[in-house]
Structures are given as structure tokens and as C-alpha cells.
């Protein structure tokens, strides 16, 4: 089984509120998809959905990237072949993991349809039989974000990821009030998205947040200061998860060496694909450190992918992949069972993809062929 073609879409997928975080709003999410078609007629489907502020990327790069390099230098390969795929995007580009996840995510759709098995029986096979879903709540008043999250208690969430990192006071209030309409057993995690930036503001927050129970907080500090992440864990009992600044291998292991975090979220934009993912994955395991699984808010084929290393993997104890769940359209049919995700057996990614919709939120697309 050989590449024989490959087609871009570039599309705007259109979110049912405003979602803000520290460093931007956005009120649609541009992707890139790829539709990989081989010799025996399989067609596999990836996504990149880039995110300047933690790759360097943007979507009108990641169709670039794709179109002049990661296409023509995968024509032709066995997409079976996944160490052979990305070595030769390696040589293609350096970095762009983006652009590579949504080579790589087609390859393994197209490998567990040509086996009719599911990716996850791909990575090892199936260890969890379901997550629950975190409800993320972007940056509001405090009163408004407690309101979100009461009424998303009532619909069954047991799990937030609050967005902050605009102003240390404002953010303090947020998450009292949170904690304060919700109750003592539901989960909080606090996601700073780097909004805190220096280990001196950090500790200032959570010294306003003495006694209030928190799972963890996520990359408070500025993503490439991982120093700052160690004086943090050695001077507040809250743990700490690493996200902007754990991107690929290199951080990995000098978070491992250092001691910087209690827990990693990998993201397969961030990494390059299921295939990389894996592999922080297996690091972290051996560092006995916690993993999450994370999004860039992606649409049901990026989910899908995100959600099928999450499945395999014992290390990997909680996802944060609610794209689906927030678009007003997706171009695919990744479903939940709020709020729990539950995978199905079915081959490949396990995702039927609109051909319609995606035509709709096209715009602008192109084929790669030999």
C-alpha cells in the first residue's frame, strides 16, 4: 500500500461562544485537514490546528508546509511505515510539528482501516475504557464563570479546567468563586496558559490561594523558563503540570532531569503526531510523571486522534479534548457521552467525516499527487 495523493483544506470551524484564554479570543478555530488516498483506494484523514504562541505556527503556514514539503516527500511511502514517514518530513522541514500531526494522524487512520482495527489496538491496545470529560471554562467575571460551572454541574460535569492568567487578583477571585458555588467534590485544574509569566507572580497567586483544593495548575510561568517551573515546585505544595513548554523530546527530558513538574500535557499538534506522542509518553512513564492529553481545540478527527493515545496509554490520566463540543459545525462525528468519552471499536480513527461540511467550512484546498 503506497501515498498516491494527497488533498488540503484549509477551514474555519465556527465556535458556539467566544473562547478566551490569557493570550487571545477566538470566535473560530482555522485548521488545516488532509485527506490521504493510496493505491488500494483507503482514505485516511489528519489535522493540524496550529497555535502561534506555543509553536510558532499558524494555519496559513501549516497549508504551506504541507503543500511544498510533507506531501511531495510522503508520495509514495507505505503509510505503515511511521518511523520511516517521519524521518522523511524531518528532512523535508525542521520543526512545523503541526503540519507533521496531520501527515502522521492520516497515516494511522489509514493503517487501522487497512487492518479494521482501531488506532489505539495500533499503540499497544486498549487500557481505559473511558474518561471523563473536563469542562473548560474560559476567562469571564468571577461571577459568570461561577454560573458556567453551577450549571454545568447540574449537567452531569464533575471535572473544570478554568482558564485565567490576565490579572493575579481578578484570577484569585475567579477561582474562589468557583470553588466557593461548586462545592469540595468537584475537580478544579487551573490552566495559567503562561499568563503569570515569572515564578514571583505565581507564588503570589497561590499564597491567595492557601487552602483552597486545586489538582493542579498548568503552565503559570512563560513556556521556555522551565528554572522558573522548578523554584515554584520547590516552594508551594500545589503540583504543577507542564504544557506550553513541554513540546517535544528535548524539553521532556530536561523537565525529567530537573524535576520541573508533577504531570506533562502532550499534545499531538505540539509533538508532531501520534507517533512522537507516544513516545513522550513511554518517557514519562519511565520518569514515573503523569501525563495528560491535551488539544489545541481541534475538530472531531484531531479529538479523535488525541483520544486514542489517551486510550492506551496506564501513564495518561486525564484529556482535556472538548473541540467537538464546542463547535456550532464540525466536519466529523466524534461522540460523547457527556460527560464521559467512551471510543468505539470501529477501524481507523473511528470518525465518518462530512464530505458536505467540510466543503462548506472550506477556504481554500488543493491535491497533491505524484
Avoid at 488539544?295 to 479534548?321: C, D, P, Q, R, Y
Avoid at 480513527?349 to 462548506?360: A, C, K, S
Wanted: include cysteine.
Amino acid at each position: 500500500m503506497k501515498i498516491k495523493e494527497v488533498e488540503i483544506y484549509s477551514i474555519e470551524l465556527p465556535l458556539e461562544e467566544p473562547f478566551v484564554i490569557s493570550y487571545s479570543t477566538n470566535y473560530s478555530m482555522a485548521s488545516v485537514i488532509v485527506k490521504v488516498t493510496t493505491d488500494t483506494g483507503l482514505v485516511g484523514y489528519g489535522e493540524g490546528l496550529a497555535d502561534e504562541h506555543v509553536t510558532g505556527e499558524i494555519a496559513e503556514g501549516t497549508y504551506h508546509v504541507i503543500k511544498t514539503k510533507l506531501a511531495p516527500a510522503v508520495i509514495g511511502e507505505n503509510p505503515f511505515h511511521m518511523e520511516r514517514i517521519h524521518d522523511l518530513m524531518d528532512k523535508a522541514i525542521y520543526g512545523a510539528p503541526t503540519a507533521k500531526a496531520a501527515i502522521d494522524i492520516a497515516c494511522y487512520d489509514l493503517a487501522g482501516k487497512a487492518l479494521g482495527v482501531p488506532v489505539y489496538d495500533l499503540l499497544g491496545g486498549r487500557y481505559h475504557e473511558e474518561f471523563p470529560i473536563t469542562h473548560v471554562l474560559s476567562i469571564n467575571t468571577p461571577e459568570k464563570t461561577a454560573d458556567e460551572a453551577a450549571n454545568r454541574v447540574e449537567q452531569g460535569y464533575r471535572s473544570f479546567k478554568m482558564k485565567v492568567g490576565t490579572d493575579i487578583s481578578e484570577d484569585v477571585k475567579r477561582i474562589k468563586a468557583v470553588r466557593e458555588r461548586v462545592g469540595e467534590d468537584i475537580a478544579i485544574r487551573v490552566d495559567v496558559n503562561q499568563g503569570w509569566q515569572t515564578s514571583a507572580n505565581t507564588l503570589q497567586a497561590l499564597e491567595g490561594l492557601k487552602g483552597i483544593t486545586i489538582d493542579w495548575f498548568e503552565q503559570p510561568v512563560l513556556a521556555d523558563d522551565i528554572d522558573a517551573m522548578v523554584e515554584v515546585k520547590s516552594k508551594s505544595a500545589f503540583p504543577l503540570m507542564m504544557d506550553e513548554g513541554m513540546r517535544g523530546v528535548r524539553e521532556m527530558r530536561e523537565i525529567i532531569a530537573k524535576r520541573a513538574a508533577d504531570k506533562v500535557n502532550i499534545k499531538l499538534m505540539k509533538c508532531g503526531g501520534i507517533y512522537p506522542a507516544m513516545k513522550l509518553a513511554h518517557m514519562a512513564e519511565m520518569a514515573q510523571i503523569d501525563c495528560q492529553v491535551g488539544s489545541m481545540v481541534e475538530s472531531s478527527i484531531g479529538s479523535a486522534a488525541g483520544f486514542h493515545v489517551s486510550f492506551s496509554k496506564k501513564i495518561i490520566t486525564s484529556v482535556e479534548l472538548t473541540g467537538p463540543l464546542k463547535f456550532s459545525k464540525d466536519i466529523g462525528n466524534l461522540h460523547y457521552d457527556v460527560p464521559f468519552i467512551r471510543l468505539t471499536e470501529k477501524p481507523g480513527l473511528g470518525v465518518d467525516i462530512d464530505e458536505n461540511v467540510l466543503q462548506e467550512l472550506t477556504i481554500v484546498s488543493e491535491r497533491i499527487t505524484a
